[in-house]
T-cell receptor, first 113, second 113 residues
């Protein structure tokens, strides 16, 4: 079946550290891939997306590249800030599943000064 | 206006109460969604409305009753809920069915006592 696996954390980093959150997927088809972020007490925000192999999504200093050969979409940021503390969800969408976005379990990130 | 507005932000209700959650968007989106999110878990899809018609019901108990009065509004009517229904209820909208890059509201934090 279709699924998303990501490191669950919690991940704790010092300010200005490099961030990687791993995400791999299994899909019977050619999915679009997304990262959503959920700040404490808030709803989800789309952070970035990629719709085909080798696409790089980027936003607010975060980047992720759609790697078909390794079925991965790892999230990276060169220098995290305290304000990046949140839960990050990797997700995939397949047209065959139509409206159903499949979320990973989420990775909690805490950035300390 | 790229917002999805949900009211109320917090709701405490007894198991015999009837209450409603409201969601509004003015982006011209034709698909609207209700998700349920338990603590430290990814969102779970409940309902999808497409062009004001219910298109997906993910086997949600009948004590949850959705309604889409027009293309901008989505309601979730609650009746005879159980304590395990306590969760964050998220509304989302997207341009059309099949678009995963939805905009999410801030959510309603529901507590059933």
């Amino acid at each position: 079946g279709n699924s998303v696996t990501q490191m669950e954390g919690p991940v704790t980093l010092s300010e200005e550290a490099f961030l990687t959150i791993n995400c791999t997927y299994t899909a019977t088809g050619y999915p679009s891939l997304f990262w959503y972020v959920q700040y404490p007490g808030e709803g989800l925000q789309l952070l970035l997306k990629a719709t085909k192999a080798d696409d790089k999504g980027s936003n607010k200093g975060f980047e992720a590249t759609y790697r078909k050969e390794t079925t991965s979409f790892h999230l990276e940021k060169g220098s995290v800030q305290v304000s990046d503390s949140a839960v990050y969800f990797c997700a995939l969408f397949l047209k065959t599943s139509y409206d159903k976005v499949i979320f990973g379990p989420g990775t909690s990130l805490s950035v300390i000064p | 206006d790229t917002e999805v507005t949900q009211t109320p932000k917090h709701l405490v209700m007894g198991m015999t109460n009837k209450k409603s959650l409201k969601c509004e968007q003015h982006m011209g989106h034709r698909a609207m969604y209700w998700y349920k999110q338990k603590a430290k878990k990814p969102p779970e899809l409940m309902f999808v409305y497409s062009y004001e018609k219910l298109s997906i019901n993910e086997s949600v108990p009948s004590r949850f009753s959705p309604e889409c009065p027009n293309s901008s509004l989505l309601n979730l009517h609650l009746h005879a809920l159980q304590p395990e229904d306590s969760a964050l209820y998220l509304c989302a909208s997207s341009q059309d069915r099949g678009f995963a890059w939805a905009f999410f509201g801030q959510g309603t934090r529901l507590t059933v006592v």
